[in-house]
């Protein structure tokens, strides 16, 4: 996978490299301060990490599922900005917003390469990530008033991209695994936002959030270019 995506021999080969880690130091320094008040240095690090990860696929290639997972990476790195600033409240629906289109260009790029789960695990796995998304919107629909329109659909697009990309027998389970921990993650800050304070939510959500977008945009790439 890793020789497919940074190995081309195309003389760009640095370039994807060096991306790529600055996008994980980026991660990581983001995580060493994620419980430090908001400041500049915390929401240009949080946005960087996927923000990084914008060029690679543009640097693969000119086609169009190169050009909507660069979207769905770019929308993600906006959704993070948008949820790290603080002091206005419609920030957390401009990334609600940002994250649920992010979500409808991992679809995209997807939905080509599906087809019907063809093992019982990944049977299972999809069951169960849908059973848990139903749960988990039956739990929180008496605390979310207003909200439960826009929190419904986002589940439900949520819920879609990761089906499909369970559904990509090409990908598994490193394309699932990253999806159903990306599903994990935006679980996570819901309960916390209109449940309860979830212990050490912060180092949970950051690890599963990043840990399911790069594997996701490993995956990917690999399918894309080979």
């Not at 994807?16 to 008040?37: G, K, M, N, V």
């Not at 603080?86 to 995209?108: E, Q, T």
């Not at 390469?113 to 990944?122: G, K, N």
């Not at 996570?188 to 449940?195: Q, T």
């Amino acid at each position: 996978m890793l020789q497919e995506i940074f190995s081309r021999g195309d003389g760009l080969d640095a370039i994807r490299i060096a991306l790529a880690l600055l996008s994980l130091a980026s991660a990581i320094a983001y995580q060493a301060i994620e419980h430090r008040a908001p400041s500049a240095l915390r929401t240009g690090l949080k946005t960087a990490s996927i923000g990084f990860l914008v060029p690679l696929p543009l640097l693969s290639g000119a086609a169009l599922p190169f050009i909507l997972l660069a979207a769905a990476f770019l929308f993600s790195a906006l959704g993070d900005l948008f949820l790290a600033l603080k002091g206005d409240k419609r920030n957390f629906m401009r990334g609600l917003g940002a994250f649920l289109a992010s979500h409808l260009f991992y679809i995209a790029v997807m939905l080509p390469l599906a087809s019907a789960p063809d093992t019982l695990a990944l049977k299972v796995t999809s069951l169960a990530v849908g059973i848990g998304a139903l749960a988990l919107y039956w739990s929180l629909a008496p605390t979310l008033g207003s909200m439960k329109l826009p929190v419904g659909a986002y589940l439900v697009v949520i819920l879609v991209m990761a089906l499909t990309a369970l559904a990509i027998p090409e990908g598994a389970p490193l394309l699932g695994l990253g999806a159903v921990l990306f599903v994990i993650s935006d679980s996570v800050i819901a309960l916390d936002k209109f449940r309860a304070p979830v212990p050490y939510r912060g180092p949970i959500v950051w690890v599963t959030y990043y840990g399911g977008q790069a594997l996701m945009a490993l995956s990917l790439l690999s399918l894309l270019v080979s």
